[in-house]
Structures are given as C-alpha cells and as structure tokens.
C-alpha cells in the first residue's frame, strides 16, 4: 500500500510543473461564472478535467454539480468545494474578469473548485491510494437553502466517514489557513412580516389600523424582545433588511412589509426559534389592531467543527505549510450550506487566506472581490496533507 506520508510530498512536486494550470482553471471559472443550479459549463470543465485525469466522475441528478471517487471504499473521506457564483456585476479590471453581465464569482468558489481539481490531480498520480476519497464539486451554496441538501439527497455521503472544506478569507493573508473548533459560521433563516388595516386618513389614526406605526415597534421592540427571552451566548441576531408601506404622506396604508434575516450560533436554539419569533410579533402587533402574516423560511444551520478533525487539520497545516501557517479565525455571522453535510457526517470547514499580505483587501460578495492566487497552491497542499493525517492514524 502506498505510503500516505508521501502524499504531501507528491503535491508538492506536481505543484512545481502545474501551479499554473491551478490559476488557469480558476481564471477560466472566473471568467465563465454561474449562478446556483445554472452551472453547466462550470460542471464540464469539472468533469473534462476529472476524466482527462483517468477518473471516473458522474453527474448529479440535480443537472449540475459533480462527484468523483478514488480508491477501493468503502470508508470515504470527502472534500467539497463549491462551484456557484452570485448575480453581481465584476467589477475589477482583469483579464479574467466575467464575461457573463450580472454574474461574478465574488465569494472565491472558482478558487475553491480550482484547489479540489488540483488535489484530484495529485491523487490520480497515485497508484494505489492508502484510504479512499470522494469529490463533491456541489452547486447552488448560495441559494438558500442550499445545493448542499440535494448532494446529500444524490448520495454525496453514503460511506462518507468525514468532510472537509475550504472558504477563502479575505481579511487572512494568503500562505494562512484558519481553523476555529466549534461553530465557525451561523444559522441563517429569513423572516417577512406582513401587516393588513382598512387604511385611512392620517387626520383620524382612531379609525383604523395605523401599520406605519405598528412597523415602527416590529423595528425596535422585536429585537429588543429576543434579547431577554434568548441566552445571549447564542449570540441571536435579527436585523431588518427592507421595510416598505404606503406612498402618500397623508394615507395610513392598507399593507406593509418587513423584511430581515436571523442569525444564530447556537444550534439547538436554530431548531426553537420560530414559534418564539411568532409569538412575540402577535404580542407586539396585538395592541395596535393591525392583523398580521408571519412568512418564515428556515435556512441553513450553523457549521459546527469538529474538534478531533480541527486537530487533524492543525496538524496538516503545520506539517505542509509551517508552524506559522496557522490562524485561529473568527466566527461568522454569515451562514454556509456545508452545514447540511455536517448534520450527517462529522467535519471541518477551513479558512483559506487570499489577501495579499501587506494590503487591506477586500470583502467577500463585493463586485471588486479577487484572490492572491499564491492561496491556490496553499489550499491543495493543505488539503492533501489532511489526507496525509487521517491515513497516518489507520
């Protein structure tokens, strides 16, 4: 049997005659970017790339998206990378900017796509793999509540024993990795309020149902509510994002809607939160006589690491990259779908840093997002080198 502590070493090798082709994978995902559920060209350069390598990938039912498997099974470690973009305009002056108006990968799952089919091609040079290892280029990350749910549904994890994954960060320099046991990310639901009264005249508010003002205490007092109902340790949040009613200065409106997103840390609070949220809107619409529609759509839940793995990743940074290549990283409010994967799997999602060291840079889902490409060879040697531990220890 091949000996896994070769492994990293092989990914360094293949890296000093292909870290090119890396960042020409990502350059043409780049360019070429899709939206959720819409990726089909980006799932044949997937499968292009994984068949030219004498793999054996296959489609997801979904119509895009891929999975691959290498090695004999049926005890599978699987490495997910996203492969969706968002419906914003690139707005950066490159070569590889998006050539598709409206769409660009600003949340780095070009590069995350681009690192996974550089592990497959140092896996594939092996000839006999010490484990077995299976690929998830998953679509639709960023339609809530997410591509993630269908590549569970297609079969992505059966004899999975654990996952990993990449996010690019950039506010950590590129040559990093962050790690966080625990929660590195939050759940995310969506929330819409909506009020209805017989409207009338702002001269006479008694005579009706005054929503404008009923909105206003949804605005202040819900939030303000939740605060001492929830443990601020599962550090909940709800922040209105659109409120509209009326046109007229001189109308109380017959409709209005609030829009907002809650956030959470805490996993069992993900699961007791809506009837909370119901309760207390009636108890705050209630005295104004506004009657009221509660719309809430659940998200994702929060990522959750597991520590014994976060060790193994720990141990696979260090080892690839160096004793300084380790960043602890923040928690974030903004939510993921690799979430679904880990309510059947245990795993651990990694930070990768993209910043070219020495600037600002710059913030995810932004139409000027880019990457220190130097990140990409970081990732797949980092991710190859998780192989490395877990094998070590059969």
């Known amino acids: 049997m091949q000996d896994a502590s070769l492994l990293s070493a092989r990914a360094r090798l293949w890296l000093e005659s292909h870290s090119q082709d890396v960042i020409g994978w990502r350059r043409d995902l780049h360019a070429h970017p899709e939206t959720?559920?819409?990726?089909?060209?980006?799932?044949?350069?997937?499968?292009?790339?994984?068949?030219?390598?004498?793999?054996?990938p296959k489609r997801m039912s979904v119509g895009t998206g891929v999975l691959c498997d290498l090695g004999e099974g049926p005890d599978y470690v699987a490495l997910r990378a996203d492969i969706d973009a968002l419906p914003l305009p690139d707005r950066k002056a490159v070569p590889y900017a998006s050539v598709n108006e409206g769409v660009c990968h600003a949340c780095g799952h070009d590069a995350h796509t681009a690192v996974l089919l550089g592990v497959a091609s140092v896996l594939a040079d092996v000839e006999r793999l010490p484990g077995s290892v299976r690929l998830i280029f998953q679509p639709a990350e960023e339609r809530m509540p997410g591509g993630a749910m269908a590549a569970v549904d297609d079969g992505a994890l059966e004899g999975v024993q654990q996952i990993f994954a990449l996010h690019c960060d950039p506010k950590l320099d590129a040559g990093l990795v962050g790690l966080r046991v625990g929660a590195i990310t939050a759940a995310f639901d969506q929330i819409?309020?909506?009020?209805?009264?017989?409207?009338?005249h702002t001269a006479r508010p008694q005579l009706t149902a005054d929503l404008v003002y009923a909105m206003g205490l949804l605005i202040t007092e819900l939030p303000a509510l939740l605060s001492r109902r929830v443990d601020p340790r599962s550090a909940l949040s709800l922040v209105w994002g659109a409120a509209s009613a009326g046109s007229a200065a001189n109308a109380i409106p017959q409709t209005a809607l609030l829009r907002g997103t809650v956030r959470m840390l805490d996993t069992q609070l993900w699961d007791e939160v809506e009837p909370l949220l119901s309760e207390l809107v009636e108890l705050v619409v209630a005295p104004t006589g506004a009657a009221v529609e509660i719309f809430y759509e659940r998200g994702v839940p929060a990522v959750v690491n597991d520590a014994g793995?976060?060790?193994?990743?720990?141990?696979?940074?260090?080892?690839?990259?160096?004793?300084?290549?380790?960043?602890?990283?923040?928690?974030?409010?903004?939510?993921?779908?690799?979430?679904w994967h880990l309510r059947s799997v245990p795993g651990s999602m990694a930070r990768l840093g993209v910043r070219t060291p020495g600037t600002t840079g710059g913030d995810l889902h932004q139409p000027t997002f880019d990457i220190d490409e130097s990140a990409l060879a970081v990732g797949v040697r980092f991710t190859t080198a998780i192989l490395d531990e877990l094998w070590s220890m059969r």
Do not use: K
């Open 36 to 56: 959720a559920y819409a990726e089909h060209r980006t799932s044949d350069v997937i499968f292009s790339v994984l068949t030219d390598l004498g793999l054996a």
């Open 192 to 200: 819409d309020i909506r009020l209805h009264g017989p409207g009338g």
């Open 309 to 339: 793995l976060v060790a193994i990743q720990t141990r696979a940074a260090m080892n690839s990259l160096g004793s300084g290549a380790v960043a602890d990283t923040m928690q974030s409010m903004g939510g993921e779908d690799f979430a």
